[in-house]
Each structure stands twice: as C-alpha cells, then as structure tokens.
Nanobody, 113 residues
C-alpha cells in the first residue's frame, strides 16, 4: 500500500490550493479515504472524509464551506480543493485509508502573507 500526497505549498491568505493523494497497492475504489492535518505543536485532526464511491462526504467544522474532498477512482486519486485559505490552515496535510492504518508522508501547506 502506498499513498503519496502532493500539491502543497506557500499561499497567501484567501488563496487556493489543490492537494492530491495518489494511491497504489490496493483496490482504491473499495475504500473510504480521509484527509488529516497536523499543525506545529498540535494533534493531528481529521479534515474530511469520503466514502468509497464518493457519494458521501463530511468535513470538520473549521473547513466546512471552504474545502471540498473528491476522488477519481479511475485514476486511483483523491483530492482536497482548498479555498479561502486562512493562516490557521497552515499544517502538514496527510491522506489515509479508512482501514489498515495506512498514511502518506504528508505535504506542507503554509498560508502566510
């Protein structure tokens, strides 16, 4: 199982980024997936969840209305579209498979002017 995040970077407040999570080594379309984040000195927190088909999604209150989770099962890839970014969104963002405890290496998102 391999999960590889990409798309992080430095963005100004109010800006946008799109993160990707490329999955391999397992039947991606059979598993729900999640995005998490961890800011310096804080615990890892769940950001968003998507079911295996993409029919159901859920978000942390802090990102609701600004972030959108999606997936393309044909490409074995999950996405996190992040809009109206705030400095408090600064963190390392991770993707995970719902079961089995598999995580990517993370991608840094920094929101700063």
């Amino acid at each position: 199982v391999q999960l590889v995040e990409s798309g992080g970077g430095l963005v100004q407040p109010g800006g946008s980024l799109r993160l990707s999570c490329a999955a391999s080594g397992f039947p991606f379309s059979r598993y729900a997936m999640r995005w998490w984040r961890q800011a310096p000195g804080k615990e890892r927190e769940l950001v968003a969840h998507i079911t295996s088909t993409g029919a159901y999604t859920d978000y942390a209150d802090a990102v609701k209305g600004r972030f959108t989770i999606s997936r393309d099962n044909a490409k074995n890839t999950m996405y996190l579209e992040m809009n109206s970014l705030k400095p408090e969104d600064t963190a390392v963002y991770y993707c995970s498979r719902l079961s089995g405890g598999y995580w990517g290496q993370g991608t840094q998102v920094t929101v700063s002017s």
